[in-house]
């Protein structure tokens, strides 16, 4: 039970935890009929910006578009994408992804619909043709042992190719699975916690974390992770790839 005046959410300069506690609705332009929760932005030194969607009936989203690219993944729910005239249904673990200049449309979806969108600003290599949309379904994805560990398991979304700068990963923990050391790199992460319970290290903090949780990590942010209580967690996720670090 949360006593009066305290939260879970921390954020520093460098990492935040973001809680459902303290969300508060936003209006985006191009959404209708759905609740906006602005989780992750630049406003708080973010690379990219992460929203979480909750659908109405009736509800309808179209995202992106010009230098921004997108990617949605349905937490529960579902609803019908459209990117580029192509247009596919998404069940809970159906995920699209819309290059730059390409909006996604959302419509169509059933009530209480919850879909958690990732965008940045499309970082173009002249010569390299720009990526495609993708269309997917987690459940058909391989989830392949991490460094060997069938106990932490990884589904890489989007397509390994130099043309995206752009990678979704999802990432499943038997229980007391961990990430086998502390990891600090170059790139960026925004994450959602799907289900289950454990603990982030972020920077030298520690912090127990559940499922509906987000967490921002900016380059080079220390972090960890171990599943804690008798059931699986896992966490979909983004980062920034196959770019110059100059560019």
Known sequence: MTMFGETRTRVANRHALITPDGLVPSLLPGVSGAVVNVILSPGMGAGLTQLLLTFEADGHAELGGGEIESCAYVMAGGCVATVDGQEEPLAAGGYVFAPAGSPLELSRPAAGTRVTVFQKMFVEIE?????????????????????????????????????????????????????????????????????????????????????????????????????????????????DVNRDPFA
């Open 127 to 239: 010569g390299l043709p720009a990526p495609d949309p993708v269309f997917g379904d987690a459940a058909r994805v391989e989830g392949k042992p991490f460094l060997g560990d069938p106990d932490a398991r990884l589904k890489t979304l989007l397509p390994e190719d130099p043309a995206y700068d752009m990678a979704v990963n999802l990432f499943t923990y038997q229980p007391g699975a961990r990430l086998p050391f502390v990891e600090t790199h170059i790139m960026e992460h925004g994450l959602i916690m799907l289900e289950g319970e454990g603990v982030y290290r972020l920077e030298n903090e520690w912090y127990p974390v559940t499922a509906g949780d987000a967490i921002w990590m900016a380059p080079y942010c220390p972090q960890w992770f171990v599943a804690m209580g008798k059931g699986p967690a896992s966490y979909l996720y983004y980062k």
